[in-house]
Structures are given as structure tokens and as C-alpha cells.
């Protein structure tokens, strides 16, 4: 058995949130137990200096034909393919820049599918794993061209779904049969993600209680219906993080927290993409109360403008938070590393990887208990992944959340931080749910 992991960003290639860190951490899990690969776009952004050239073929959508090629490259054992693209590969960016997203995605990751198609006949591959809505077509170009490969697509995030407008059928090729409410149609809008739902053999998301809450009007965006339809193929597994590679570094993790730590006011920290899911709004509300408790707050963050400026604002203001706006790698983990709590207040979140940093990294979560975070954090009981969770997502709850952590006696958190530290946050157990699928499907 063949498989192919198909994400439109993998760490540490390209990256912009936690899927990138998914499509690195998962195939290498799985390499120990399968004949895994990697395919991504080759972006314009990236270096490709290493890059060895391994194939070139073409395309063709209604009638254009694109010429594709493929680079590869090798990382901790797994073989990445790049997909080099015309439209695909010439943005500075995975999806867009400061005027929004690129008006040619549709076009840029039609190609990508279908070149993943090609790849995946050219490589006998018998499983291709899909992931979000940038891989969802090969769904349908599978089943529509009867090629007999099996597919295993998995949602990260239902918010994104990859909506155009309906004329992008017809420059991907697209037969019109498929802009139906079984199929691609979206409130008269094509909608990407509804491919991998509907022609997917199996549909996984990220962790057991998002697999149930998107079954739901409040978290189903729009797809609960449809998704309600598809239940039966629907499975959720937990993500785990790539403790072996990727967060290791062979140091001595208690060690540096020692060195970095101001013993004085306990540090909180928050590191996210700033978009409404990650529970800005909340956390700004609450502001002027958790400022009066004896806390120093960092927020490394990127993202949307009007959030940024009212942090910028904010840290003005207060001399205990201190804001960095940007992406930066390095100092998110020098954060994780510095800090005593982590806040994640998201109003929604498919699984969440920080709080499995967090925690390696003997850093105690604070947490809305929605989703992933409500399967990997827990406050009542003795059960690994300790930390502080909240139900309502409510100024009261969140602050009293707050306190609750800043209640906690020295011993009392040293305690959860040891008993943290011998939990497993790794992919191994999720990586064997996944292997039992494919296997389930050849
Ligand atoms: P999402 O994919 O919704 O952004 P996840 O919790 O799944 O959220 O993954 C977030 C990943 O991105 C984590 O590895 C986190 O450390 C990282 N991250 C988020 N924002 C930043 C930032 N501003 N700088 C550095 N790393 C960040």
C-alpha cells in the first residue's frame, strides 16, 4: 500500500498555521509503519536550492493545458514532492497578500489537484490522504475519472471551505452535473470543501468532540446538513505534535525555562494567528480586569490589521503587556518556553496544537474547552494533558479562569507541569488510527 499525504503546506517548507505542522509531524509518524510521501505546491516563496528535479508532465482543465514539474526532497526520512505550476508557483505568498486573497485560487489549486492526480497514477499510489479544501477537488477528479484510487480527506478547519464564484467551474473543466446541493453548490457559489465531504471515501477531522460539534448548526458553518448526510464515513482523531524532531532540539527543557524565567509576576502568554476564532474580542473585553491582577502578558500574533492596531493600543497603555505582531518561529518558542500560562480563549477550535507545545514545554494551558481543546486539556480530571479549562465563552468564565490559575500554589503547579511532562503529545497513537483506515480501504 501506497500513500500520498497532499496539504497545501508543510512545516518546515511553508508554513501559516497549524496544518503545516500536521503535514510534517503526521507522515513522519507514520513512516515507521507505511510507504508514505508528501506532495505540496512549490510556492514562490520558498527555497528550493535543495530541490532535486524528478518528473514533468502536464495537465489539462477545459481544454488548457499546463505544464507541471515536480521537484523532490527528503526530511527525517519522508519524501516531499513540489509541485512547480504556471498560476500555482508564481505568488510570493501560499494564498494571498495585504489586498486579500489571491482572485486566482481557484485556477492555482484546481492545477494542484489535478497534478496531484497525475502524480499519484505516475507513483502507484493507492491512498491519497487529502487535507483541507486546497486538496479537496482530487476528490472529485478521482471518482469522475474512475481511476479507483482511494481517498482519506480530513478537515482542519470547516471555516475555510474555498468558495468562488460559480464561472470557475468551467475553467477547472468541471462537467456542470457536479453544481448540485449533493455536490459542489454552495448557496449559489462553488464550494470546494463539499468535494472532499462528498466523493472522499472517509472524512476525518481533528479530534473526537469537533467530529460531533460539526454535525451542529453552532460549529458547522454552513455544512451541517451536509456534513449530517456523510456521518457515517466520519471519524475524529486527536493530532499529536512531532515530539521527536520538532520540538526537542536536544535541550534541556526545565533547564531553559530556569534560565528565561523572571520569577517575580507570572508570565501568560498567547501565540496565534489574529483572526476572531482565537478569541481576541474576549480577551480585549476582559483586558482591563486582567491587567489589575500581578501578571505579565506577551502576545506574539499575526494577522488581521484592526486587531493588531488595538494590541499596538493596548500595550501602549500597559506597561505589564507587551505585544510582538508578526510570524516568527524562533520566539514562539522562546515564549512557550518563558512563559507559565498559555491562553487559548478560541470561540471555536478544530484541535489546536499550542496547547500540546504548551504543555511539552511546561507551560499550563488556559482553555475554552470547545473542540480539541475540550480532549486535550483537562482541569477535573487526573488524565493526561493537565491544565485549566472554562465552559462558556464568557468574560466571567474566562477571568475566573484566569484566577483560578493565578490560585495555584508553586508546588501545585510544579505538579502539573512534571505530571505534563510524562504525557504523550506525539502523533504514535493518532498515526495508528490513521494506518487502520487506509488499511480499511484496500
Ligand atoms: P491554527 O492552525 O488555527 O493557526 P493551531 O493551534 O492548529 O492553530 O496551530 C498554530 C501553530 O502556529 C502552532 O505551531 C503555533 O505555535 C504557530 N503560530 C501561530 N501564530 C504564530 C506566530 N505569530 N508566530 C509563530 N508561530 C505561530
Not at 462553488?190 to 466523493?199: D, P, Q, R, S, T
Not at 479530534?207 to 455544512?223: H, N, V
Not at 491582577?293 to 501602549?316: R, S
Request: glycine fraction near 6%.
Amino acid at each position: 500500500m501506497k500513500i500520498l499525504f497532499a496539504s497545501s503546506e508543510i512545516y518546515p517548507y511553508a508554513k501559516t498555521g497549524g496544518l503545516a505542522d500536521v503535514s510534517s509531524a503526521l507522515p513522519i509518524a507514520l513512516k515507521k509503519y507505511s510507504n508514505i510521501s508528501r506532495v505540496m505546491p512549490l510556492y514562490g516563496c520558498m527555497n528550493t536550492e535543495k530541490f532535486a528535479f524528478y518528473d514533468d508532465f502536464s495537465v489539462s482543465l477545459d481544454g488548457n493545458t499546463y505544464s507541471i514539474q515536480v521537484f523532490k526532497d527528503e526530511k527525517k526520512g519522508v519524501c516531499s514532492y513540489f509541485i512547480k505550476a504556471p498560476f500555482l508557483s508564481e505568488t510570493k505568498r501560499l494564498y494571498g497578500d495585504d489586498k486579500g486573497d489571491y482572485k486566482n485560487n481557484a485556477l492555482r489549486f484546481g492545477i494542484f489537484c489535478m497534478a496531484i492526480v497525475q502524480l499519484s497514477l505516475r507513483l502507484n499510489i493507492t491512498v491519497i490522504h487529502l487535507n483541507d479544501w486546497h486538496t479537496a477537488l482530487v476528490a472529485l477528479f478521482v471518482k469522475d475519472l474512475e481511476l479507483g484510487l482511494k481517498t482519506v480527506f480530513t478537515i482542519h478547519n470547516l471555516a475555510y471551505q474555498g468558495l468562488f464564484d460559480a464561472t470557475v467551474l468551467e475553467l477547472l473543466g468541471i462537467p456542470s452535473k457536479y453544481f448540485t446541493m449533493e455536490s459542489l453548490e454552495f448557496y449559489e457559489k462553488v464550494n470546494f470543501l463539499k468535494a472532499g465531504i462528498a466523493y472522499s471515501d472517509i472524512i476525518t477531522t481533528v479530534s473526537p468532540t469537533y467530529a460531533k460539534e460539526i454535525l451542529t448548526p453552532e460549529f458547522g458553518c454552513g455544512l451541517d446538513g451536509f456534513l449530517r448526510q456523510h456521518q457515517h464515513k466520519l471519524v475524529g482523531i486527536l493530532n499529536g505534535i512531532d515530539t521527536i524532531s520538532q520540538y526537542n532540539d536536544e535541550i534541556n527543557l526545565i533547564n531553559i525555562k530556569a534560565k528565561y524565567k523572571d520569577d517575580t509576576l507570572p508570565l501568560f502568554v498567547m501565540i496565534t494567528r489574529l483572526v476572531a476564532q482565537k478569541g481576541i474580542d474576549l480577551l480585549i473585553d476582559s483586558f482591563s480586569s486582567l491587567m489589575q491582577e500581578n501578571i505579565n502578558l506577551f502576545i506574539l500574533g499575526d494577522g488581521d490589521a484592526h486587531i493588531t492596531q488595538k494590541l499596538k493600543e493596548l500595550a501602549h497603555k500597559y506597561e505589564n503587556f507587551y505585544f510582538f505582531s508578526g510570524y516568527d518561529e524562533k520566539l514562539s518558542h522562546q515564549a512557550y518556553t518563558a512563559a507559565d500560562f498559555l491562553l487559548m480563549p478560541s470561540t471555536f477550535e478544530p484541535c489546536g496544537l499550542n496547547q500540546f507545545i504548551a504543555m511539552y514545554y511546561g507551560t499550563i494551558p488556559i482553555v475554552h474547552s470547545v473542540g480539541g481543546l475540550q480532549d486535550s486539556v483537562h482541569e477535573k480530571e487526573i488524565k493526561c494533558g493537565r491544565g485549566i479549562g472554562y465552559k462558556n465563552q464568557t468574560k466571567q468564565e474566562f477571568v475566573s479562569a484566569i484566577k483560578r490559575a493565578l490560585a495555584l500554589s508553586k508546588q501545585e503547579r510544579k505538579k502539573i507541569v512534571a505530571f505534563n511532562r510524562h504525557c504523550d503529545f506525539s502523533f504514535h497513537k493518532s498515526a495508528l488510527k490513521y494506518l487502520k483506515l487506509y488499511k480499511s480501504l484496500v
